[in-house]
């Protein structure tokens, strides 16, 4: 079974910054290969995805991003394949950006998901 840990969110006040990272039990090559996404829940509704991060034969390929809407212009999601890990930087974060964010494989996930990471954005 996929392990994803996820980790890097916290407190923080409207405007601020946070930067998630999420690593993944797999092997190198099944993590380079495969697209990511990052994902978020807020309370009371379903998840959605806000960011996706594509995948490449080698390395050093793939990298082409994609975002929701409501996340264009200050979230950047960014990989690095030598630790298996996903990111994501989030800029002037806003209180509708609160939720558990979590990070999984694009376009059919592992199977199974982390814990997720919370972030609360409030003053």
């Known amino acids: 079974q996929v392990q994803l840990v996820e980790s890097g969110g916290g407190l923080v006040q409207p405007g601020g910054s946070l930067r998630l990272s999420c690593v993944a039990s797999?092997?190198?090559?099944?993590?380079?290969?495969?697209?990511m996404g990052w994902y978020r829940q807020a309370p009371g509704k379903e998840r959605e995805l806000v960011a996706t991060?594509?995948?490449?034969?080698?390395?050093?390929?793939?990298?082409?991003?994609d975002y929701a809407d409501s996340v264009k212009g200050r979230f950047t999601i960014s990989r690095d394949n030598a630790k298996n890990t996903v990111y994501l930087q989030m800029n002037s974060l806003k209180p509708e950006d609160t939720g558990v964010y979590y990070c999984?494989?694009?376009?059919?996930?592992?199977?199974?998901w982390g814990q997720g990471t919370q972030v609360t954005v409030s003053s």
């Open positions: 797999v092997s190198g090559s099944v993590f380079r290969m495969n697209a």
């Open positions: 991060i594509s995948g490449g034969a080698t390395i050093s390929s793939g990298g082409y991003t």
């Open positions: 999984n494989r694009r376009p059919v996930n592992f199977g199974s």
